[in-house]
C-alpha cells in the first residue's frame, strides 16, 4: 500500500489526516532546518507487509510515473542541496563565459586584464559560502540584539513588553500539539535508519502513517514534548552535519568521535554536542538498539565534548527580600491590574516552591482559613508536572502550598484572588483552567498561559531590572521563583532532607509520605518559621555569613567549647526545649557496677530502690560467673584433621588414615588441628557418617 506523504506545515492538520482515504494521506514532514526555507516534497513510502523499500517520487506529468527505490536515494540529503542552494542564491545574473574576466581576454582581443584592478582597493579573497555560525544561533542572536535595541517606553503597560504575540490555545491543546510535532519529527527520523533493526521492522509493518506515529507514541509513553521534541532536533543535527562531511548514519564509533571533533573544533558548543550524546542514549534505550550500544559508552567521545576548564555554574539567581517587598507593594498598591495578577502570582510560586510550568497547570485553589476567616494557606493540587513519572510521585498530585503570611507582613491572598475575579477568573471554581492567562493587546485574558520567558521578562521589569537577562546584573528568570525559598532555607542551615521536601524532589524517606496524609506539615512549619525571621529581621538573607543572624542567634568566636556543652536549634529549627539543668547521662554498661554505693544513683528530687545487702556489700568484690563451653569431642574411634585453607573439621578413623569418614581422599591440605572451640566447624557428612557407624 502506498501514501503520498505531503508537507501541509500545520501540527493541527494531524487530526485531520485519519479521516482521508487510507491509500492517500496527507502528513506534515517538518523540515530538519525549521525558518530557513519551507520544504516540499511528496513521497510514496511502501507500508505494506510485503514491501522492502522506500519510494521517493517526483511529480510529473500525469501520464508517466516513475517509481526510484530507496537503496539509490536513501543516503543523499534533499533537504541539504535545498537548503545550499537558498544559501547561495543570486540576485543578479550569472555573466557568460565571455564576459568574465577570465575569459574576456580571450574572446575579446582589445581586452586588458589591468584595467580591473583598482591599485587603491586592497586584493581580498572571495567571501567564504558558508555561515560562521549555527543557522539556528545566528537566527537567535540577531533576534535578542533587535530587541535590546528597542527603546522600552515607559507609558506602555508592562505586560505589552512582556508578552508576545503567540499561538492563542490552551495548555493542553499546545501540549498535544507539541507533542503530535514531535512524533512527526521521530517518524522522518525512524524512517531513514536501516530497515535491519527491529523498530524499523515494526514501522514497515504498518498500514498506514496513522498507525506509524501511533505505536512511536506507545514508544514514548511517559516522556514530555519539549523532550521529544529536544532529542529529535540534535538527532537530525548530528545526521545532517554527519552527512556534509561523508559519514552516514549509522556511525561506527570511530567515525562519530572523528565527527564530534571537527563539530568541537568549528565552535560548535559543549552543550550542544552533549545533547547529541544525549539523543543517542535516548535512541539506544527507548527502541532497544543495540548497534549504538559502543557508541553510548564511548569515553573518547564524552572526552571529545567536554568543557573544558569548569566554569560557574549558570544558575537563576534567587529574588532578594528586597524584591519580595516590592512584589507585595505591586499587588496591593499598584494601579495596573495585570501588573497585580503578575505579581500576585509570582509570590504563589515564590512561597510554594513551584515551577512556573507546574503553576500553569494548576486551575483550582483551595483556601485553608483561620476561626477567624482570615486565610492561613493556599493549596492547589497540580496532575501534569515535571516530575509526575518518577516511581516515588507515581499516581500522585503535586501539592502546591503557600502561607498566606509573607515577608512584608500582610496577608496577600485575598488581593490576589479579588484580583482574578475582576478579570472574571474564578480561581476556587472546578472550571478553572488556568491561574495566569497572557493579555492580548486591550488588556483582556486570552485562552493561553504565560509561558516561562514571558514571566521571567515581565518578573525582571516589576523588580527594576532590564528586559533581556542577559542585560541584568542578576540572572534573574522564571526559575528564580523557585529558587528564592529554597536558597533562604540553605543560608539559614536548613538540613538537606528538609531542602529536599521543601522542593518537592525525590528524598530517602519518601515511603513515609505514603501513609503521612499530610506530608507539607513540617514543611510548611519550617517555612513559617523561615518566614517569620526575614519579617523580624532575625534572619537576613541578602548579608554575607557574617551579617545573615542577629548576634543573639549567632555563636561567638570567644565562646568555649568543652564535651559538657549542649546546643539547641535556632527558633527556625523547632526542637523540643531543654532544660538549663539538664544533664547528659552516663551510657548504660551491661557490666555490674563495681562504683561505690549509691553516688551516681541520685538525682535530683528522685528516688532511688535499693536492696537490703547493698551497703553490705560496698566493700566486697562481686564475683563473676562465667559460662563453660566444652570443646568438640570427636566419636569413638575417629579423630579429628582440620583443612588448612576452610579450617572445616573432618573425621577420620584410627584404623583408615587414607580417606575421610566424608569419603574424600587425605592429602596434605589436612593437618591435625591446633585448637579445638566449641564453635568450630564441622563436616556434616562426616557426622552423617559416624553416626551410622
Not at 527603546?151 to 513588553?161: E, G, N
Request: aromatic share 8%; proline share 5%.
Amino acid at each position: 500500500m502506498e501514501l503520498n506523504l505531503e508537507a501541509t506545515g500545520g501540527a493541527s492538520d494531524f487530526s485531520r489526516q485519519a479521516e482521508l482515504d487510507s491509500s492517500q494521506l496527507n502528513f506534515d514532514l517538518e523540515s530538519w532546518d525549521d525558518g530557513y526555507v519551507d520544504l516540499e516534497r511528496n513521497s510514496q513510502p511502501h507500508f505494506g507487509a510485503n514491501s522492502e523499500h522506500y519510494s521517493p517520487s517526483v511529480s510529473e506529468p500525469a501520464e508517466s510515473h516513475v517509481a526510484l527505490q530507496l537503496s539509490q536515494y536513501r543516503d543523499y540529503n534533499f533537504q541539504n542541496s535545498l537548503r545550499d542552494a537558498a544559501f547561495n542564491n543570486s540576485t543578479t545574473l550569472p555573466d557568460l563565459p565571455w564576459e568574465s574576466s577570465l575569459w574576456k581576454c580571450i574572446f575579446d582581443d582589445e581586452y586588458d586584464p589591468l584595467d580591473a584592478i583598482n591599485p587603491e582597493k586592497p586584493l581580498t579573497g572571495p567571501s567564504p559560502p558558508f555561515v560562521p555560525r549555527d543557522g539556528d544561533e545566528l537566527k537567535d542572536a540577531l533576534i535578542e540584539k533587535k530587541r535590546s535595541l528597542l527603546p522600552l517606553d515607559k507609558k506602555l503597560p508592562i505586560y505589552t513588553v512582556a508578552v508576545g504575540h503567540r499561538r492563542d490555545i490552551s495548555w493542553e491543546d499546545k501540549r498535544e500539539a507539541d507533542f503530535q510535532r514531535g512524533l512527526k519529527k521521530w517518524t522522518s527520523i525512524v524512517l531513514s535508519w536501516p530497515e535491519e533493526w527491529s523498530v524499523c521492522k515494526a514501522m514497515q509493518e504498518c498500514e498506514s502513517l496513522v498507525q506509524v506515529c501511533e505505536q512511536l507514541g506507545h514508544y514514548f509513553v511517559g516522556k514530555a514534548p519539549a523532550t521529544l521534541i529536544k532529542r529529535a532536533n540534535s538527532m537530525i543535527y548530528i545526521m545532517e552535519q554527519g552527512h556534509k562531511l561523508g559519514y552516514i548514519f549509522p556511525y561506527t564509533e570511530q567515525d562519530l568521535y572523528a565527527l564530534l571533533k571537527v563539530l568541537k573544533n568549528t565552535g560548535q558548543t559543549a552543550s550542544r554536542l552533549k545533547g547529541v550524546m544525549e539523543a543517542l542514549t535516548f535512541c539506544r534505550y527507548i527502541f532497544n538498539i543495540e548497534d549504538l550500544q559502543t557508541l553510548t559508552v564511548s569515553k573518547r567521545c564524552y572526552g571529545a565534548i567536554s568543557g573544558g576548564p569548569v566554569n560557574r555554574a549558570n544558575q537563576a539567581a534567587p529574588l532578594s527580600v528586597r524584591d519580595l517587598v516590592c512584589l507585595h507593594e505591586t499587588l496591593e498598591s499598584s494601579e495596573d491590574i495585570w501588573d497585580c495578577m503578575m505579581a500576585g502570582a509570582a509570590l504563589f510560586c515564590i512561597y510554594s516552591r513551584a515551577r512556573w510550568s507546574d503553576f500553569v497547570h494548576c486551575g483550582k485553589l483551595k483556601l485553608d482559613r483561620f476561626s477567624d476567616g482570615t486565610v492561613a494557606y493556599v493549596d492547589a493540587d497540580v496532575a501534569i508536572h515535571k516530575t509526575m513519572h518518577a516511581a516515588a510521585r507515581r499516581f500522585r498530585f503535586l501539592n502546591l502550598t503557600a502561607p498566606a503570611l509573607g515577608v512584608h507582613g500582610s496577608e496577600w491572598v485575598s488581593k490576589w484572588i479579588s484580583t482574578m475575579e475582576r478579570l472574571g477568573i474564578d480561581p476556587c471554581s472546578d472550571d478553572s483552567t488556568c491561574l495566569m492567562p497572557a493579555p492580548d493587546s486591550e488588556g483582556r485574558p486570552l485562552v493561553r498561559a504565560i509561558e516561562s520567558d514571558e514571566a521571567g521578562c515581565w518578573l525582571r521589569l516589576l523588580i527594576g531590572e532590564e528586559k533581556s537577562r542577559h542585560d541584568s546584573l542578576r540572572q534573574i528568570s522564571s526559575h528564580s521563583m523557585k529558587a528564592t525559598m529554597l536558597s533562604y532555607a540553605a543560608k539559614r542551615g536548613y538540613s538537606h532532607q528538609d531542602r529536599l521536601s521543601l522542593g518537592h524532589h525525590v528524598h530517602p524517606y519518601q515511603m513515609a509520605d505514603v501513609y503521612a496524609r499530610d506530608a507539607a506539615a513540617r514543611d510548611l512549619r519550617l517555612l513559617d518559621a523561615l518566614i517569620k525571621e526575614i519579617r523580624e529581621g532575625v534572619f537576613r538573607p541578602d548579608e554575607s555569613r557574617a551579617g545573615r543572624l542577629d548576634n543573639t542567634k549567632r555563636q561567638r568566636v570567644e565562646d568555649v567549647l568543652d564535651e559538657t556543652t549542649h546546643f539547641s536549634f535556632p527558633p527556625a529549627m523547632p526542637s523540643a526545649d531543654v532544660p538549663e539543668n539538664f544533664e547528659v547521662p552516663e551510657p548504660v554498661s551491661n557490666e555490674p557496677d563495681l562504683a561505690e554505693g549509691g553516688s551516681d544513683d541520685e538525682v535530683d528530687g528522685g528516688h532511688v530502690t535499693t536492696d537490703s545487702s547493698s551497703s553490705e556489700s560496698e566493700q566486697e568484690e562481686r564475683q563473676r560467673v562465667h559460662r563453660q563451653f566444652d570443646p568438640l569431642q570427636a566419636p569413638s574411634g575417629f579423630v579429628f584433621v582440620q583443612h588448612q585453607r576452610s579450617k572445616l573439621l573432618h573425621l577420620i578413623s584410627v584404623d583408615n588414615q587414607r580417606a575421610l569418614a566424608c569419603g574424600r581422599l587425605k592429602n596434605a591440605a589436612y593437618a591435625p588441628p591446633q585448637l579445638l572451640r566449641y564453635d568450630s566447624a564441622v563436616c556434616h557428612a562426616c557426622q552423617r557418617a559416624t553416626r551410622r557407624d
